[in-house]
């Protein structure tokens, strides 16, 4: 079909980017009236389908004319601006990812490219103006008689005079009813800057000024916006947000968990009258596409998303901002493996215009680079009112024990206690999801596992499943042990938070309390319904994971008693302490929002490592001291460059060969280490078998070329996958 159509006419050549995993542009021939330039959007065939691809500027001559396919058609959306193609590239070769796969990060939303569906209104045509000989009927007098005030679309015509859109088009033909087209309004109203804030405190105005300059100045610099929880960081980028949208510019703020920002959302139109254009992966189609298309336009002035929005076609952006820096959810882990902090830095760089980092425990990246002069700080110390940072005390386990089979050592069911008579609310908080992390038979301590991961299956008693957390994998609970055959034997090893949550019912059976995961709150809305009643105080113990760690203000919150500070520390991963220590610091920041002071009760085994030392005496930069000394010391980011390789194969043997053949093909290049190959600590997962291989380097060694030269030769066979991620964040 595609083939049919001919360009005999004179014809240009261009270079089409698709988005498949390709790294190579296709050439086609298009008509030149169209003028496709660098950018256009265009649907080509390739083999049988047609595909959205790219323009990225003239083709080449070396496939024959009666070879070359033609530009099936040229989208009428603006062209992707320079920064997006540059980003695409950019992005590609630092995550040795193909081109196409990157691209299709920005061209996600296929339906954006469809022109908005048109709209018309109906009106009646006066009497006088009726054709001869018009014939009346009960159903015409009805939509005469509906018409008889404003102008009606079709549908509500249909709904207002029962009628079909049959009399509604043979009324339109016989000349009794006119058509009007609307053009739709735009979907985004435009925020506005002069709307009065919070007076800023001193410090907060200082900030506040000096990230307006750099918007101001429309030139590329990045900014760590770094304060205490609670400080307002929030309050000051809003004010950098008003410079852009007062210079004209848009603006983009990257979140980690826009699902279940509704706070934000509320906080931004209170701030700006309107609400901002949200993307993520949630979205409806026409909200996306609505979306999409507004960026491009130019007609969202302010886009809040989760970091996939990093590569939307802004038109004029002028200021970026990366809330929660330090979130590990902004490393992207399936596909493209990108850190969307770090490209968010270099899309700021390829546009011009400035970054703001912020967070209370920025990541060492950051505060290296902040260091090394490279970015620019600027500190907020102060809770401004009189809401004062909690006090944090750690439980040592090993002295202060819960009783057998319990998880709340007596100090925090205490302090538990004393916080419910005040009539103030408590967070435990677990970061574990179901009832108990391990099931195992108490004949012959045989653990239930995963079937298709090296994984133990997770109770879930609320909805009465073992659940796998890698691969989704769920059955019930075996009556029988596999191994020992032993009856009814099982019993939970470990708390998740529905164990937690029934301690909680029988040591203050009068408590209200709710369990806070993602198995509970499961979208924006249940999400805003669950702060709704938090702050109606309708909830006073609330059992929470990692969800209820960030952003929420709750202001009868006063006791945080994070049950299990240990859990991250566990694995020895690269950022396993500085992970934690963000994690715990957050959740702490929760207590003592408002005029009541916070407390935060850290139950832990190793009280004297220095993540808990830290947390105690309030003592961040000691912390980070001594993590940046121990990473510099091993020669680990940010002071060295890492890189995981996962060869995986449906079979042990496969994947064993594989991995061993990329190891012997192992550069041996000074300042190069290669680990491995081993087994992943996940050495099944979702069906496949893992091994693992781990790349050191020395921080100038171009890391990407010395994997390309190793990596790109080497053919596997189908089976088998090579997964490169360069900065890992798992190393699972
Ligand atoms: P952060 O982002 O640093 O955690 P926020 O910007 O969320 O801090 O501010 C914390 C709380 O303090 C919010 O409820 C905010 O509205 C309030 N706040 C911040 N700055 C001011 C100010 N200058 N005056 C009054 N309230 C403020
Ligand atoms: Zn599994």
Known sequence: MDDLFALDAPFERVSVLLPLPLDAAYD???????????????????????????????????????????????????????????????????????????????????????????????????????????????????????????????????????????????????????????????????????????????????????????????????????????????????????????????????????????????????????????????????????????????????????RSALFLPFAELGLIVVDEEHEPAYKQEDGVAYQARDMAVVRARLEGVPVALVSATPSLETLENVRGGRYRALHLAARPGVAELPTVELIDLRRDRPERGRFLAPALVRAVERTLADGEQVLLFLNRRGYAPLTLCRGCGHRLECPNCTAWLVEHRLLGRLQCHHCGFSGRMPRVCPSCEAEDSFVASGPGVERLAEEVLSRFPEARFQIASSDTILGPEQAGEFVRAVNAREIDVIVGTQIVAKGHHFPWLTLVGVVDADLGLAGGDLRAGERTYQMLHQVAGRAGRAERPGRVLLQTHVPENPVMAALAAGDRDRFLEYEAEQRRAAGMPPFGRLAGLVVSAPDPERADAAARAIARAAPRLEGVTVLGPAPAPLALLRGRHRRRLLVKARKEINLQRVLRDWLTPIRLENAVRLAIDVDPYSFM
């Open 28 to 306: 086609y021939k298009a008509d030149p009236a169209w003028g496709l330039g660098r950018g256009a959007v265009v649907e080509v065939p390739l083999g049988k389908r047609r595909l959205i691809g790219v323009v990225l500027g003239p083709g080449g001559d070396d496939v024959p004319d009666e070879r070359l396919r033609g530009v099936l058609r040229a989208y009428d959306v603006p062209p992707l601006p320079a920064a997006v193609l540059d980003l695409v590239d950019w992005v590609a070769s630092w995550t040795l990812a193909p081109r196409g796969s990157v691209l299709r990060m920005a061209v996600s939303s296929p339906g954006a490219l469809e022109p908005p569906p048109a709209t018309h209104v109906l009106t009646a045509v006066p009497q006088a103006a009726w054709p001869e000989g018009t014939r009346m009927t009960p159903a015409r007098r009805r939509a005469l008689a509906a018409l008889d005030g404003p102008a009606l679309e079709p549908k509500d015509l249909a709904r207002e005079a029962a009628i079909g859109p049959a009399v509604i088009k043979s009324m339109l033909e016989s000349g009794l009813l006119e058509r009007h087209a609307l053009t739709p309004s735009p979907p985004f109203q435009p925020p506005d800057p002069d709307r009065a804030g919070h007076a800023l405190t001193g410090e907060q105005a200082d900030a506040a000024a000096a990230l307006r300059r750099s918007v101001a100045d429309r030139a590329f610099s990045v900014t760590a916006l770094d304060g205490v929880t609670g400080s307002g960081k929030t309050e000051v980028y809003f004010e950098a947000i008003a410079a852009a949208l007062s210079a004209g510019r848009q603006a983009l703020v990257l979140l980690p968990e826009i699902a279940l920002s509704a706070q934000w959302l509320e906080r931004f139109a209170d701030r700006f009258g309107t609400a901002p254009a949200v993307w993520h992966s949630e979205l409806k189609p026409k909200v996306r596409r609505e979306t999409w298309r507004a960026v491009a336009e130019g007609t969202a002035r302010v886009l809040v998303g989760a």
